[in-house]
C-alpha cells in the first residue's frame, strides 16, 4: 500500500533525505558521474534502532569523509558491536579500500557491509586488488538489487506524496553485469587462498 503523504513531516530523517533527482541519477548505473553518494545505516549493539544518513564527496572521497565523521563524532566501548551498511554510487577506490580496512583493524567491533550501484574503474588492478582486500578482511561486497534499490528509496529520499515504491528507471540486466564483474574480481581472490593452502 502506498503512503498518501511520502516521508512524515515528523520522520527524524526527513532533514537528511536526498532529494529524488539525486537518487535516480547517483544510483543509476547507466549514470557515469563524476561524484559519488553513500547512504548509510548504524545499529549499535543489540538495539534496533538505525541511524541513517548520507555523504557526497567533498575535497575528499565520500568513505573517507565517512570514516573522519564516525571516528570525530563516535566514542564508543571497544566491547559494544556496531553495524554499518553503505549504499554507495561508486565501489571504492584502492585508496579507499586501504583506509576502510585500516579503520575496520582500529575498531574490531565495527561490522561494515557494503552495497555498490557500479564498480568504481574496475580494470585497474589496484582497484580490483583493493576490493579482494576488503573482502578478505571481513567486508561483505555487493552490487545493488531491486530490493536495495527499493529500500534506499523508501527509507533515503524524499519521495513525493504517493510514491512510495519505486522501481529504477533501468533494466536488471546492468546489475547482472556489474554483480557478474565483481563475481570475477572475488574468484582470483578464492584463486590465491587455494593456492595459498597448497
Known sequence: MTSEKGPSTGDATLRRRIEPWEFDVFFDPRELRKEACLL?????GTSHKIWRNSGKNTTN???????????????????????ITWFLSWSPCWECCKAIREFLS???SVTLVIYVARLFQHMDQQNRQGLRDL???????????????????RNFVNYPPGEEAHWPRYSSLWMMLYALE????ILVLFQEQAMVTY
Not at 61 to 83: L, Q
Not at 135 to 153: A, D, F, M, P
Request: charged share 15%; net charge negative.
Open 61 to 83: 572521497h565520500v568513505e573517507v569523509n565517512f570514516i573522519a565523521k564516525f571516528t570525530s563524532e563516535r566514542h564508543f566501548h571497544s566491547s559494544i558491536s556496531c553495524s
Open 106 to 108: 582500529q575498531y574490531p
Open 40 to 44: 548509510y545505516e548504524i545499529t549499535w
Open 182 to 185: 565483481l563475481h570475477c574480481i
Open 135 to 153: 573482502i578478505n578482511s571481513g567486508v561483505t561486497i555487493q552490487i545493488i538489487r531491486v530490493s536495495e534499490y527499493c529500500h534506499c528509496w
